[in-house]
């Protein structure tokens, strides 16, 4: 089992929809998770960081967190062609003061207008 | 706003030669991480430096080493390129907790031949 798992996609909305990204994760001591996006031939830039169960939103973005059933998700509202990329989960390892990240293989996502 | 910087964007050296991939932080950040990313296998961590002169290896360090003599610049080393070692390589940089988010440089592509 991988340590945090994607569907790789693509995943295709129409521009106007509600994209909606998905990430499982097996270590349960993990603290903090994060939400990157990732242009074709560019570097991961961070979208969305959340640490505490339930919702967390900035703009049209809303991160989900349940660790109870070890789930990571992502929602982009009013989806633009802009918006498609690829869609990295991060989970971090690290104990409090130490930071290492463990990535997901990435969900392409893609918004037609 | 945070920089990472990467000495090239895109290198090609022969089989056996000597690599060597400089990255540079401007944030004074404590953490600094090698990775690489290849299409299906996501972001692999290569190596990783918590500090000034320390280093730890990350999930598949063989065949790399690294060096951190100041805080600022931390480089990967190929010791004798080998053409598996074709890959985008990325550095990235933290600050020590971990709730911090990482930084990523801008990628160096590198070919093998």
């Known amino acids: 089992q991988k340590e945090v798992e994607q569907n790789s996609g693509p995943l295709s909305v129409p521009e106007g929809a509600i994209a909606s990204l998905n990430c499982t994760y097996s270590d349960r001591v993990s603290q903090s998770f994060f939400w990157y996006r990732q242009y074709s031939g560019k570097s991961p830039e961070l979208i969305m960081s959340?640490?505490?169960?339930g919702d967390k939103e900035d703009g049209r973005f809303t991160a989900q967190l349940n660790k109870a059933s070890q789930y990571v998700s992502l929602l982009i509202r009013d989806s633009q062609p802009s918006d498609s990329a690829t869609y990295l989960c991060a989970v971090n390892k690290g104990n409090t003061g130490f930071q290492k990240l463990v990535f997901g293989t990435g969900t392409r996502l893609l918004v037609s207008p | 706003d945070v920089k990472v910087t990467q000495s090239s964007r895109y290198l090609v050296k022969r089989t056996g030669e000597k690599v060597f991939l400089e990255c540079v932080q401007d944030m004074d950040h404590e953490n600094m991480f090698w990775y690489r990313q290849d299409p299906g296998l996501g972001l692999r961590l290569i190596y990783f430096s918590y500090d000034v002169k320390m280093k730890e290896k990350g999930d598949i360090p063989e065949g790399y080493s690294v060096s951190r003599e100041k805080k600022e610049r931390f480089s990967l080393i190929l010791e004798s390129a080998s053409t598996n070692q074709t890959s985008m390589y990325l550095c990235?940089?933290?600050?020590?907790?971990?709730?911090?988010?990482?930084?990523f440089g801008p990628g160096t592509r590198l070919l093998v031949l």
């Open positions: 990235a940089s933290s600050p020590g907790d971990y709730k911090e988010t990482q930084y």
């Open positions: 959340i640490y505490s169960n």
